[in-house]
């Protein structure tokens, strides 16, 4: 194995992505893990296990405790209490190795402005250990990757939005970590952007890194994610595949209404097998679930002759959103209530 400038070894590349990990190793090994700032508990008691080659969805609302959570996965914080391992490390033990296992994109830009794409990506690579030669055919590995080959050697003060974050990841990815943390990396991105990423994250797990995407968006985890982990004011509250949380939701049908003038209390009496589900949100919505489709209808006669004015309404089989009400009593993005 080669000698990096500084005396550590050089990371072992696999087709010049991900260090080799044995499939399905425990890469993240976290039990009990509680922070409080000041009087408010972010984070209870939450325990998580992350191997190579999977992508694990974070899924909560803003404020949950994801921030957190991923900040004490990168040694950036420490827990109250709690053990934690990575790569088979205590962070209490030796930090700084483990920073050189992973890669962490917080949710706001960390790039040199005044730098090129391919400047910042040098540094960030030899930052890592990496030796000059190995850092400029690694960074031009991951400007091909996302997409910004084109754009090398711009200043970054000058690209949009989206390169932004897709340069951002690169950076994460350059040393090729054990353990990539993703904080809500498509934050205002176009589509183009969105999609380059998912497909970088992809191409990074699937050389054997172990990922961790957290999002509040319930479309990406869907779409990107192998297992989800449901955090809600702190506290995990499911851990599954997609199918196994939206299963949580229940099998029977959702009708979601939006109401102008809310019905009056008890509109629902004496329809069968009829109940509002508990929401918080801003707008006055309803969430029923349905015995059968024919209901739908019946549910908007009775609010028609109640005198409510109903502005928009859908039917869907249970998904995720459901699974998350279901289990928390409230909906993804609602706000907290003031």
Request: glycine share 8%.
């Amino acid at each position: 194995m080669a000698s990096t400038r500084n005396g550590r070894p050089a990371p072992s590349f696999n087709n010049g992505m991900a260090p080799s990990l044995r499939a399905g190793s425990l890469v993240v090994e976290a039990i009990g893990l509680s922070k409080s700032y000041g009087g408010r508990l972010a984070l209870d008691s939450v325990t998580l296990r992350i191997r190579a080659g999977e992508i694990a969805g974070l899924l909560g609302p803003n404020g949950a405790g994801k921030t957190t959570t991923l900040s004490i996965l990168a040694t950036l914080l420490r827990p109250d209490s709690g053990e934690l391992r990575i790569a088979g490390v205590d962070p209490r033990c030796d930090a700084a190795s483990i920073r050189h296992k992973l890669g962490f994109v917080p949710q706001s830009i960390a790039l040199f402005p005044s730098l090129s794409p391919l400047q910042n990506l040098e540094l960030f690579a030899r930052v890592h250990g990496l030796a000059k030669r190995q850092a400029r055919a690694a960074a031009i590995r991951m400007l091909e990757m996302v997409g910004l080959a084109e754009r090398a050697r711009d200043p970054v003060a000058i690209l949009s939005g989206g390169m932004n974050r897709r340069l951002n990841l690169a950076c994460a990815m350059v040393h090729s970590p054990e353990l990539l943390l993703l904080d809500e990396p498509t934050t205002g991105v176009d589509p183009q952007s969105r999609e380059r990423i998912f497909a970088t994250v992809r191409k990074a797990a699937a050389a054997g890194a172990a990922v961790i995407y957290s999002t509040h968006y319930m479309e990406e985890a869907e779409r990107l994610c192998d297992r989800l982990l449901l955090i809600d004011h702190g506290r995990l509250v499911a851990d599954g595949t997609v199918s196994e949380l939206i299963a949580l939701g229940g099998t029977q049908a959702r009708m979601e209404i939006a109401f102008q003038t809310e019905p009056p209390t008890g509109w629902l009496k004496g329809m069968r097998g009829i109940s509002e589900l508990p929401t918080q949100s801003a707008v006055s919505k309803t969430i029923l679930p349905l015995a059968n489709l024919n209901q739908a209808g019946e549910v908007l006669e009775r609010a028609r002759t109640l005198g409510a004015h109903v502005l928009e309404f859908s039917v869907h089989r249970p998904n995720l959103s459901d699974a998350f009400i279901t289990l928390t009593g409230h909906a993804l993005r609602d706000p907290e209530p003031q």
